[in-house]
């Protein structure tokens, strides 16, 4: 790999950024990092007409939620700014006339009715119509008409949009793809695409081609979606006289089904996110929650994205950004679509919360519980987590578990039905007096000293265990009840088992 890889993530400001385009920045992301390179962000806001207010920042949210920050960009600045399109028009217009005066572009002053008739005119025929090698010499523009039939056109301000001028001989364009090889198209197929509108802006593919090599882009790497205008971004290159730079065209995030792109009626329908962070639809005001919101850890939603078209070859599924870094390759980027599975989703987050330290979780835990846990310590939430974080697919769910700040007031009564015998109450009585003598009341000593008093009576676990958790919790399943009891204190436990004892009796 040359010394200097330079790669780019070159969002457009037209809606929030779907999670397609997380993966595409990642990927980026891994590709700079793991060849020593720089990550750049380029906003590309050069259509007017789609541009959303509130979705650059969005973007730059997003990114920092991920962890990790451009190298180069709007916010992060570099030697080759400005890094925004709408900035650089000088020299787009700059380069358009290098593509005039050397005859690979022209200037096409039909208007879009016209083209429109064209257009429908070969519809009713059966056939398509495209402004191309073909069709370009009886239309209007600099190619038919004279210079001075153009100057007159221009003077008396008649809108004209600059198109390329597809090489006529129909010949090969090979794009060369770090992930599906070598792509040939004939251009014979390939139309006049615009490369300034009428008002006077670039298009997507002149702005795009221009800055990727202004800015020394070495790595295209960029959605499928792409794909069928890369021999146009060749030819772009062609026509300049500059080199191209390696493209890498990552493969489509697909429906849960596998049918089609993901989109976010998807998320919509299956009740998943299918956005980083929420969303405010400026227009509606509609809010779409995001992964951050339905309370997914960056490094879950990360892991999940990685794999999501990109696979180590074996088995292994959990990287962190850093050993993703180290292990990522574009030759194991796979070329198929990648299926999305919501629940695989939620399985990399459980993955996570159980891997974490639990203090790193002691805020957020905080703030979710903002007015149960108001008074409580660092120390107690801690306990809490490191009981309850294998337990619990979000973080959220934690404080869904009430037991843990009030003593039940009702008991599953399936549960009591079956397992709440005539003798219980007697049992608990007896194992209350065990657990009053217990100095300190610490979950190994609970532990023993309940053990001790199973082995005494010559009684099962299920006899007692689960009716003391049943006391404690009104549940059947949760933490280890020694665990549980130390956390409430012997006095709190006590007074559950006379409280549930009472009113089961
Ligand atoms: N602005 C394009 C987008 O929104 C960038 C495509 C590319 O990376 O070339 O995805």
């Given amino acids: ?281 400026p227009k509606t005001g509609q809010v779409s929650k995001g992964y951050k919101e339905n309370g997914y850890l960056s490094e879950a939603f990360l892991n999940m994205l990685l794999l999501l078209g990109w696979s180590s070859g074996d088995e292994r599924e959990l990287y962190n950004l850093e050993e993703a870094v180290q292990a990522f390759s574009m030759q194991n980027v796979t070329k198929s679509g990648a299926r999305f599975n919501p629940d695989k989703a939620v399985w990399f987050n459980e993955q996570y919360l159980r891997a974490g330290e639990s203090s790193r979780y002691i805020e957020s835990l905080k703030k979710l519980n903002a007015t149960a846990m108001s008074d409580w310590s660092d120390s107690k939430c801690q306990q809490v987590l490191d009981m309850m974080l294998e337990r619990v697919q979000f973080l959220h769910e934690v404080g869904q578990h009430t037991y843990l700040f009030d003593a039940p007031e009702t008991f599953e009564e399936k549960l009591i039905r079956k397992k709440w015998k005539p003798e219980t109450a007697g049992y608990l009585e007896d194992l209350k007096t065990v657990l009053s003598e217990i100095e300190p009341f610490k979950s190994e000593n609970i532990e023993t000293e309940f053990k001790a008093f199973l082995a005494s009576r010559e009684l099962g676990f299920g006899a007692v265990l689960l009716p003391f958790r049943i006391a404690l919790t009104g549940a059947g399943g949760g933490p280890s009840m020694f665990d549980f009891a130390e956390f409430l204190g012997k006095s709190q436990t006590l007074g559950r088992l006379d409280s549930a004892i009472s009113k089961l009796g």
Avoid at 76 to 85: D, E, K, L, T
Avoid at 129 to 134: E, G, L, N, R
Avoid at 152 to 158: C, D, N, P, R, T
Avoid at 228 to 247: G, Q
């Fill in 1 to 281: 790999m040359s010394a200097s890889v330079r790669v780019r993530f070159a969002p457009s400001p037209t809606g929030p950024l779907h999670m397609g385009g997380v993966r595409t920045a990642l990927f980026n992301y891994l590709f700079a990092k793991k060849h020593n390179g720089t990550f750049i962000l380029r906003i590309e806001d050069t259509d007017q007409a789609r541009f959303v207010e509130g979705a650059e920042a969005y973007i730059a949210e997003s990114l920092k939620w991920c962890g990790f920050q451009p190298d180069e960009g709007t916010e992060a600045g570099g030697n080759y700014g400005p890094y925004r399109q709408s900035e650089r028009g000088e020299l787009y217009r700059k380069e358009l006339n290098q593509l005039l005066a050397n005859g690979n572009a022209y200037k096409a002053f039909d208007s879009s009715e016209e083209i429109a008739a064209m257009r429908t005119e070969a519809e009713a025929n059966g056939t398509v119509w495209q402004y191309d090698a073909k069709t370009r010499m009886s239309m209007r523009n600099s190619l038919t008409l004279s210079a001075d039939e153009v100057k007159i056109l221009e003077a008396k301000g008649q809108p004209f949009t600059v198109r390329f001028k597809m090489p006529h001989d129909a010949r090969n364009v090979l794009v060369s793809d770090e992930i599906r090889g070598e792509i040939n198209v004939s251009s014979g197929v390939l139309d006049d695409k615009v490369l300034m509108k009428a008002d006077g802006l670039p298009t997507y593919h002149l702005a795009n081609v221009v800055d990727d090599h202004h800015m020394k882009i070495s790595h295209v790497i960029r959605g499928e979606e792409w794909l069928p205008s890369a021999p146009l971004h060749v030819l772009l290159y062609e026509a300049f006289d500059w080199t191209p730079p390696a493209f890498a065209h990552l493969p489509l995030i697909l429906k849960p089904t596998g049918n089609g792109k993901l989109s976010k009626r998807d998320g919509d329908k299956g009740g998943f996110p299918i956005f980083p962070l929420s969303w405010t639809d």
